[in-house]
């Protein structure tokens, strides 16, 4: 038994090792993040959107990325796992292009949505019990 | 390190005796866990084919009652077509061509002991089968099952004083759901077997292709189903908590729906297909004894097919109230899309072509699916043309067209797979007389079936009708004698389908025992015992060549399995 | 009980190279992209279509959003350093390491209850409109996957704190830093965009 779990082991640290001989500083790592989340949140007080949306959104990406790089080593995985990744979001944005023209539309030249078209979409006012259905 | 793993088999191979229970219900054998998807599923396809016995009764003979039902009633009537489609595509197709094949193959056919997860595996069936309680349950609820169609759009699916169906909306997206989940679980498996645990000497292109097919199709579907898992959330919530997803009076929209159902729906037709045409592959070069004739070729096109496939699904929404300009583009990449199908085909005929051919029941059913797949793909053509689709969207041409693409993928091809590796799987050959009977009742049954509903399609039959007594000019004799043809033709089919129960069950119990290769095959899972034990194989084989060296020239066997070292 | 005597030879096989279990979370993830995708996609059609959906996104509270996200990438950082531990066959120090990502996770579930018990307050329910509907669903979606994770790697933890499986303290790993992703975007598109 105690065989097998040290033969799985070595199996799994083996290639480990030989990946994994220097790591980040995983605290570094960490603090950068921290300061980046700070800049994403004091962005928009500047109050200029095209500043809010980089700080937001781009940021966000350069987050993703550092987690994706340096805690989840996507970096030293074979290629092929990269590749899977980026499929799949390249999928997403497919499914966007096919269906934001229509879901993003108020009104065809048969039909429209009348909530959308009278912008009668609009948050309830706090503090009072607000009616679930219609 | 061999020597090691050798034993390592052995030793599983030595199991204490365990109960019944444990041995069928509890095990985490591969192949144990194929039966039991293979026989849930084919269990289905007889409660979806009486659905389909049922409202056919009603279609050509309305108001009569049906023997085993009586009375079809509205209601009756769409919550019958509802089911049968819902329960051919998830609860047949899908259990019997990936996950039952899939799993007894992949193993075998590479090599290996199992899958890599053999407890997930099991876990995976177990969700399935919950799926399968949870479906009929929504028979059983207030209001009985869900009957808005299989492709659920809102606002009949999402409003409960709509559709009448409340808790069965509900139950029936639950099933789905709970199918999704399985079938993820099922792919990782699939996949991360194939891709890893292939025998030592197996490169890339020494897989077979049914192996490539099942893997890719897992792919697929692992990749389209997620938008639609969102959206079965989403649509749940707009049942039971009032939210307003695709409601368009409080800022939803119902297209939205649409695009998240066919952003998986389309894929999936492909998840279905790859595995059909992956089995005839395999069948073709065994009773050919030739060569697949481009085995890349054969490979890029399921690529190429599996990365289109996302790029074509709005042809099911041309008449839906989509951007027009939208159209133009799905109807090209639409069109496209048919090319790597057609060189596939291509491909096969090219196989067939000066080889020595033997018409044994699989191979029958292997040419019989080319012949009537290539008709459900020709016919697609012209649906795929968004100003065709105007006229031919929602009536009988598009279900005649998907019948012909869908019978042969889950129909013909299940029974091309069954009777091919019944001698594998159950050590005992299946009776090729009665496997002939069963064949040409059933393909002349399907295609008298069928080809009356491309000609009622075109004079204008609307689908999902009731009562076509209410559409006077659909009223006409002509029409009405082609509808009761076709459902005549499927009671004939039906009746069939008993040759092939009665041969299946006898052969089990009673056939003669299969050899170890009675089809003189390549393939590893021809090297294993009949049926294989667990563990498959005392000691895992080792590959030297591809699947597919048949006739090859100056040897004295027409075949040269893969292992063999010289 | 460990798995490792009933485990076929086909799971220590690595074709590939890559080990099995790491092959699998990576497929995991890939359709996980496309779940939260396809929701996330619909959301920002929305957003993106009128400004009414926009206002209503006015009333989340950034701070909080901000704070779960230190929360989330804390645990993060907590997990790979458990993986770190475990390479170096540190299996106690991998099993407390875990237990400070689960300590995170849990936290993040907690602020979010008391975060949603005052939004319901005050009257942004689920059906209020659809703002709130995605907000609830998605935020909703990836704490049940925080919940899943933190409960699978407490099963993980117990088995690494007697140097067992210690290969699979970097797969919950993996599976925590993408649902950490997750949310690194869901925080600007809830509470930031506005």
Known sequence: MADHASHDHDHGAGDAHAEHTHHPNYVRIWAVLLVLLVVSVLGPMVGIKAVTLITAFGIAIVKAYLVAKNFMHLDLAPKLVAYIVVTMVVFMVLFFAGAAPDVMESHGSNWEKPSWVAGTVHAPEPGGAHEEHH | MVVQHAEHAHEHGGHAQ??????????????????????????????????????????????????????????????????????????????????????????????????????????????????????????????????????????????????????GSSVFLLAVALEFVAFLLGGINFVTTAMNARAPGMKLYDIPIVVWMIVIASILFMASVGPLIAGAIMMLFDQQLGTAFFDPNRGGDPILWQHLFWFFGHPEVYVVLLPAIGITAEIITVFSRKKLFAYKTVLNTAIGTGVLSFTVWAHHQFVAGIDPRMANIFTVT??????????????????????????????????????????????????????????????????????????????????????????????????????????????????????????????????????????????????????????????????????FIYNFVTSLLWGPKAELNPWRANTLEWTAASPPPHGNWAVLPTVHRGPYEYSVPDRKEDFWPQNAPS | ????????????????????????????????????????????????????????????????????????????????????????????????????????????????????????????????????????????????????????????????????????VELIGLYWHFVDVVWIFLFPLLYIAK
């Open chain 2, 334 to 499: 639409t069109l496209i899309i048919s090319i790597p199908i057609a060189e596939m085909m291509f491909v096969y005929i090219a196989t067939l072509y000066g080889g020595s051919i033997t018409l044994a029941t699989p191979m029958l059913w292997a040419l019989g699916f080319i012949a009537t797949f290539l008709i459900g793909g020709v016919t697609g053509i012209f649906l795929g043309a968004s100003g065709a689709d105007i006229y031919l969207h929602d009536t009988y041409f598009v279900l005649a067209h998907f019948h012909y693409t869908f019978f042969p993928i889950a129909i013909i091809g299940t029974y091309a797979g069954v009777t091919y590796w019944f001698p594998k799987m159950f050590g005992k050959m299946m009776n090729d007389t009665l496997g002939k009977v069963h064949f040409w009742g059933t393909f002349i049954g399907f295609n008298c079936i069928f080809i009356p509903l491309f000609f009622t399609g075109m004079l204008g039959d609307h689908r999902r009708i009731f009562d076509y007594t209410n559409f006077p000019e659909l009223s006409t004799p002509m029409l009405e004698g082609l509808r009761a043809f076709a459902t005549i033709s499927l009671l004939v089919m039906l009746g069939f389908q008993l040759v």
């Open chain 2, 18 to 167: 365990q109960s019944w229970f444990r041995t069928y219900m509890l095990s985490t054998d591969h192949k144990i866990i194929c039966f039991q998807y293979m026989f849930t599923g084919m269990a289905l396809a007889l409660v979806a084919g009486f659905f389909s016995y049922v409202f056919r009764m009603q279609m050509a003979f309305p108001g009569m009652n049906v023997p085993g039902w009586g009375l079809v009633t509205p209601a009756d009537y769409n919550m019958l077509v509802t089911n049968h489609g819902a329960i051919m595509i998830f609860w047949v197709a899908m259990p019997v061509l990936i996950a039952a094949f899939g799993n007894y193959l992949i193993p075998l056919m590479i090599g290996a002991d199992d899958m890599v997860f053999p407890r997930i595996n099991r876990l995976s069936y177990q969700i399935f089968l919950l799926s399968v309680v949870v479906l009929f349950v929504s028979f059983f609820v207030d209001g009985g099952g869900f009957a808005g169609a299989w492709t659920m759009y809102p606002p009949l699916m999402a409003k409960a004083e709509y559709s009448l169906t409340g808790t």
């Open chain 3, 1 to 168: 009980m460990s798995a490792a005597s009933t485990r076929p030879i086909a799971t220590t096989r690595s074709t590939t190279g890559m080990p099995t279990g790491r092959l699998a979370v990576w497929w995991i993830i890939a359709s996980e992209i496309v779940i939260f995708g396809g929701l996330l996609g619909s959301y920002v059609m929305h957003r993106l279509a009128h400004d009414a959906f926009a206002a209503a996104a006015a009333h989340t509270n950034t701070w909080i959003g901000a704070f779960n996200t230190f929360v989330l990438l804390t645990s993060s950082l907590f997990a790979v350093l458990a993986h770190k531990a475990a390479e170096e066959h540190d299996g106690k120090k991998a099993a407390r390491f875990l237990v400070y990502t689960m300590a995170g996770g849990i936290t993040f579930l907690v602020v979010k209850a008391f975060e949603w018990t005052h939004e319901i307050q005050l009257g942004y329910t689920i059906s209020s409109n659809t703002f709130w509907s995605f907000y609830y669903t998605a935020a909703g979606i990836h704490a049940a996957h925080v919940l899943a994770g933190v409960i699978i790697m407490g099963i993980i933890a117990l088995e690494a704190r007697k140097n067992l499986e210690l290969q699979r």
